[in-house]
């Protein structure tokens, strides 16, 4: 009676067993083995899954039998699915195998950026579908930047129409944002929508008329435009209206809220900026004017019931933040992540990394090794320091990424972020890793996944569609 878990064996059966084929009026999978008995521990399996989820799972393969919670199930329906092999005469077998298993981290993401290239629904899904592979379980959707806008809002349905790469075809509906949400929460995946700002907003310009800082050249307007402007009340009006679409959107208690790159040439250059700044007594501190526009948000945020991640830059320009905000490590220079790990959670935040996982950054040999050998809790501080960290998130922006390279580049190489955050700390060794993620990239060929390789090799199952 779990609609999760019907959809789960429904799609695993159909991703074991499809290739079968009846020989000699026996079925393939014999008749040991028809039966998977599974308790479920945790009530409530049909609602969404959040950062408090409990994901343990034991699997005994030779009782048949399992228990655990909802979403520890579909990570175990996983496991199982990758201990199925069939023998000489084409009979599906396990082994007989004794695991018991919970994830190290309880925030797993893979980011994907849909504003530099659109992606397609159906990209999406895909990898959705890929993430669940690899047990990921948080989907940050990175959806709008500066080069487009592809949301399509209710309340202002001119940001996409003049804001996306095309109005028609290069945007999400309602009811595609609504099949990406259902679609990960049947795969125990929780869907965090990021709407950027200040700063990465050009493309709600055009859609949006006086909510950009208009740019000045000495004692004229250029033309330009440059982060939100923070001075004005209707901005926050704006700003209001659209996060309570956003919020009641996305079920998922936290939002996004970016806060990275904000350039300060824009509204140095405005006249009404800077006397905005006198008045304020914020003197030549453009930071003060951020943080001045973060914490209004963040307070309108927090009015309309949700949570919050803001990239480093927000905690590193001292706005008053609430105690239980998320801060999101991305920078590596000038000084390394490890120093703002510590320093973010010596603060009392809890803390997520992606800075070591940029994988849209590519490079000749195994790049998914340096990626492996992270130690995401090897920071000067205190275990109660450690424990403020809940995960990290895999990259992929998406300068250099579209529809046509986007699953090469993330898998298998994601999967080396997915072990880090899941597995225990001891599991690191490189040679160990290897030969486990070369099997496991053969496997995704098989479900028609188009995993690139990692080295010299052969797989049995080569890429379905050629
Ligand atoms: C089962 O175990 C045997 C012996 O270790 C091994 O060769 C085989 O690959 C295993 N099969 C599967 C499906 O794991
Ligand atoms: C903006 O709002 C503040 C506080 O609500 C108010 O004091 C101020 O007069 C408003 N400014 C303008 C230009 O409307
Ligand atoms: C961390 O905090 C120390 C002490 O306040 C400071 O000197 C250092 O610059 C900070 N590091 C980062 C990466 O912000
Ligand atoms: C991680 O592995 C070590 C060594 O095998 C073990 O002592 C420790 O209990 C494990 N940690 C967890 C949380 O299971």
């Excluded at 919970?102 to 994907?112: A, S, V, W």
């Amino acid at each position: 009676g779990c609609a999760v878990l019907e959809a789960a064996f429904q799609r695993y059966w159909a991703l074991l067993f499809a290739a079968a084929r009846p020989t000699e009026n026996k079925q393939p999978w014999g008749t040991p083995c028809t039966q998977l008995l599974v308790f479920v521990a945790t009530p409530g399996c049909d609602g969404f899954p959040s950062l408090d989820s409990k994901e343990s799972c034991e699997y005994r393969g030779r009782e048949r039998e399992g228990k655990g919670t909802v979403c520890g199930f579909l990570a175990g329906l996983e496991t199982f699915s990758q201990l199925v092999g069939r023998d000489e005469n084409g009979m599906y077998y396990i082994n007989k195998t004794e695991i018991v298993d919970f994830p190290r981290f309880p925030h797993r993401g893979l980011l994907l950026d849909t504003s530099r290239h659109y992606l397609p629904l159906k990209a999406i899904l895909e990898t959705l579908d890929v993430m669940a592979y690899n047990k990921f379980n948080v989907f940050h959707w990175h959806i709008v930047d500066d080069p487009s806008f592809p949301y399509e809002s209710s309340t202002f349905p001119e940001l996409s129409k003049q804001g996306a790469f095309h109005a028609m075809t290069h945007v999400y509906t309602a009811s595609d944002v609504q099949m990406v949400i259902e679609y990960a929460r049947l795969r125990g995946i929780r869907v965090i929508a990021e709407f950027d700002t200040p700063g990465h907003t050009l493309s709600w310009g055009p859609g949006a008329p006086g909510l950009l800082t208009p740019c000045y050249l000495g004692k004229d307007p250029s033309g330009t435009y440059g982060p939100i402007n923070p001075i004005l009340n209707s901005t926050y009006q704006f700003v209001t209206s659209l996060f309570q679409e956003v919020s009641a959107v996305f079920p998922d208690f936290f939002l996004h809220l970016g806060g990275d790159e904000v350039d300060f040439t824009c509204w140095k250059s405005n006249p009404n900026i800077r006397a905005f700044m006198k008045e304020m007594g914020f003197g030549e501190d453009y930071k003060k004017l951020e943080s001045f526009y973060i914490q209004r948000l963040l307070d309108i945020i927090s009015s309309l019931g949700k949570g919050y991640i803001v990239w480093q830059e927000v905690f590193d320009n001292a706005v008053k933040v609430r105690p239980d905000t998320i801060i999101h490590v991305w920078k590596e220079n000038p000084t390394p992540y490890t120093e703002e790990m510590a320093n973010v959670t010596k603060a009392g935040y809890r803390a997520l990394l992606s800075a070591p996982w940029y994988l849209n950054r590519i490079s000749y040999g195994q790049d998914w090794m340096a990626a492996y050998q992270v130690e995401p809790l090897k920071f000067e501080g205190s275990s109660e320091q450690k424990d403020r960290v809940i995960g990290g998130e895999a990259c992929m922006w998406g300068e250099y990424v579209d529809v046509t390279n986007l699953a090469p580049r993330l898998w298998p190489r994601a999967g080396a972020v997915a072990e880090r955050l899941w597995s225990n700390a001891t599991v690191r060794d490189l040679q160990d890793a290897y030969v486990r993620l070369a099997d496991f990239r053969c496997k995704l060929l098989g479900r028609g996944v188009q995993a690139q390789p990692l080295f010299v090799g052969y797989c049995e199952n080569e890429f379905a569609g050629f």
